[in-house]
């Protein structure tokens, strides 16, 4: 399927999932989540069309030859995503205690700078794939542009604070849980990826002495 049909039918079924699991339409939390996301990603898409034209056709053209742990991560990352606006809905509905409100504020500053890193990842990455793989065929070479000059994995650095910024958009206890999990799924693809790029992409090695940290500088 194309990104941006599955894109749309992600988010159909994140907001089913969210007022099915509540049993009620009556949830501010609920429409500030689905508000603050969409106008996102609606932002993120039209800036990395700008910036980068021709990405996103070429991201729905991705060729084969994608690791094979790569579709084991993929298949297990969506419902671990999905299974946190399902949980939160879960949690109003049997009367769970929800976070304090201050912390949507933090939620949307979390969210805002995943996307930031997101878009500005792929706006300078004209090999920036769904898929873990290698583009020999596009002749794919190691970018040091952009965030790139500061963590070898921007995208995922931003796809990670996405997963943590849920539970805080959310005001959601029980929603930490998952985006957590779903946060370390994404640090072991990061993890896999890297060690997949040295030993096939050619100067990701002599990259990677350049730019020591993955995906937060300092820390790893």
Known sequence: MRELPLAILLAAVAVGLLFLGAGTLRWP?????????????????AHVARRNPGLFARRDAAGAGGAAWDRVWLAAFWPLMLSVPATAGLEVRLGGRPLEPWLWPA?????????????????VNPSFEGTARVQRELGQQVVEAGPYRRVRHPGYAGLA????????????????????????????????????????????????????????????
Do not use: I, K, Q
């Not at 700078?113 to 997101?118: I, K």
């Not at 959601?172 to 693809?189: C, E, T, Y």
């Open 29 to 45: 939390a609920g429409w500030g989540f689905v508000a603050a996301t969409g106008a996102g990603f609606v932002l993120h898409r």
């Open 107 to 123: 939620g949307a500053l979390v969210f805002g700078l995943g996307l930031a890193l997101s878009a500005a990842a792929m706006a």
């Open 161 to 220: 604070l996405w997963a943590l910024s849920m539970p805080l958009l959310l005001l959601s206890r029980w929603a930490l849980a998952p985006a957590a999990l779903a946060a370390a799924w994404v640090v072991l693809r990061t993890a896999l990826e890297d060690r997949m790029l040295r030993r096939e992409l050619a100067g990701y090695a002599e990259y990677a002495r350049r730019v020591r940290w993955r995906l937060l500088p300092g820390v790893w």
